[in-house]
Structures are given as C-alpha cells and as structure tokens.
C-alpha cells in the first residue's frame, strides 16, 4: 500500500498552532473511545508541544476529553531520570497528565531507571500487552513527533540504521545533551498509526521543513521522511514562520 501524502496546515502563530494541535488532540480522543473504547496516543517531547499540554489541561479541553479511556505512551525518551528537566515524561506530567482524571496505570512511560538495551526490551514487552495479535505493537490512534533542525523525530538521528526490526530501540544521543543514550520507537511503529502528527514552530526549522517535506526523499540524511503511514492520516501543523520556506 503507498504512502499516503501528507496534510500540510500553516497557522499564525504558536499560539494558534497550539490551539488547533489540543483541538485535534480533544476531537481523536472523544472519536476513538466511541469507536473501540480506548484512545491510544503517543507523546512528543521537546518545546513546541508544551503549549498544546498546557491547553490540553484546561477547559474547554480538559472537560471534553474521556480521560479513564485514554493511555498514553511516548515516542522517545531520554536516559535521565524521570525528575530531570529534560525527560520527555516529566514534561508532559508536570503540564497535562498530573492535571487531568487520567488513571496513573494508563501512564506508560519508558522506565529510563534501567539500563538501555533493557529498557527498550521493557517498552517492547508494554506495547505488545495492547497489541492486537499478531501485532507487536499497538495501532495509536494519534501520534505527536516533532522536527530537530537537522531532520531528527523521535530519537530517529542522520545515520541511524534504515532498517529496525525491533519496535524500540535503544540508541545514542547524539544531540549531546548530557543524556548518553536515548530510547525510541521505530519507524513502522510509527507507520502504522491511524493518525501521525507533525507539531512544528519557529523560523528556524523553515528550511527543514521545506527539505522534509519537498526535497529529495534522503531517509538515511532526513529520518522525518521515514514516518509515511501506509494506512493513516499525515498531518503537519506549522506556524507561519515554519511555513515561509514551503514552494
């Protein structure tokens, strides 16, 4: 099945992009939990989701979302403790999930206290109990990932291996950000999600964006290009200033 083509929306400003990113967020998770009683999402980290947390945990959102159905995971995270400023998990505990009605066993965070390559297997053996067979992994019904400059999501770095056959890796932070290693999902994990969101902001991921979305398909150069969901929706949510460099 090909790859589906991606939904590209520009919005005004941060501000806006956030509001429209919550109001998705709201939308697919009232959609799902009436569709097959469960809304699986995976977070992002990093800064432009923040402000969709922050709304997400306040009305009207924080009233119109069937928090007891949703579970949450992450896409990647860093080695670090969870109390660190720059664990994805924190992040979103402190500004949505310690907010809102969501049952503390539907948390599902990568447990970065043990040792990569086993924390990897760990989150492998999680994703697999909310699988449907034979899958080894869950179908998420959305994903939020984010854009480094470079071309990075998730922990999907230039270089890294073309081919994963595992759901989760363990890898090298090779953004030097004192974390050592990171853990993350693999591509076909993400490629096989109902929907797969892009939340991207600032001048300074313009010509990136641009790369990604328009240049020459060069996954090995531009990891972003490896998320093409073959069954699912690909939205990408810019500001205007992400925006300036698109044809």
């Not at 034979?134 to 480094?148: H, T």
């Not at 989760?168 to 974390?179: F, N, P, Y």
């Not at 109902?194 to 398909?217: T, W």
Request: glycine share 6%; proline share 9%.
């Amino acid at each position: 099945m090909a790859a589906v083509e991606p939904d590209v929306r520009v919005y005004k400003d941060p501000g806006a992009l956030a509001h429209a990113a919550a109001t998705l967020f709201a939308e697919t998770a009232v959609h799902a939990a009436a569709e097959h009683g469960r809304f699986l999402v995976c977070l992002s980290g990093g800064n432009t989701p923040a402000e969709t947390y922050t709304q997400l945990a306040r009305a009207p959102f924080r009233e119109q979302i069937p928090w007891l159905e949703v579970l949450v995971f992450w896409g990647d995270e860093r080695c670090v403790p969870t109390e660190d400023l720059n664990s994805n998990y924190r992040q979103a505990r402190d500004l949505l999930l310690s907010r809102v009605p969501v049952p503390a066993e539907n948390t599902h965070r990568i447990r970065t206290e043990l040792e990569p390559d086993r924390a990897a297997d760990e989150y492998a053996l999680r994703l697999r109990r909310y699988a449907d067979p034979p899958s080894l992994w869950p179908r998420f019904d959305l994903v939020l990932l984010g854009l480094g400059r470079d071309g990075h999501t998730a922990s999907l770095f230039p270089g890294s291996p073309l081919e994963a056959t595992a759901p989760v890796l363990a890898v090298e932070d090779v953004l030097d950000r004192g974390a050592g290693q990171r853990i993350t999902l693999s591509p076909q994990v993400f490629n096989s999600s109902r929907q797969v969101v892009f939340l991207v902001e600032g001048p300074d991921k313009s010509k990136i964006v641009s790369s990604v979305l328009y240049g020459d398909y060069r996954p090995g150069e531009l990891p972003a290009q490896r998320i093409r969901p073959t069954d699912g929706e690909l939205i990408w949510m810019l500001d205007a200033a992400a925006a300036t460099s698109a044809p």
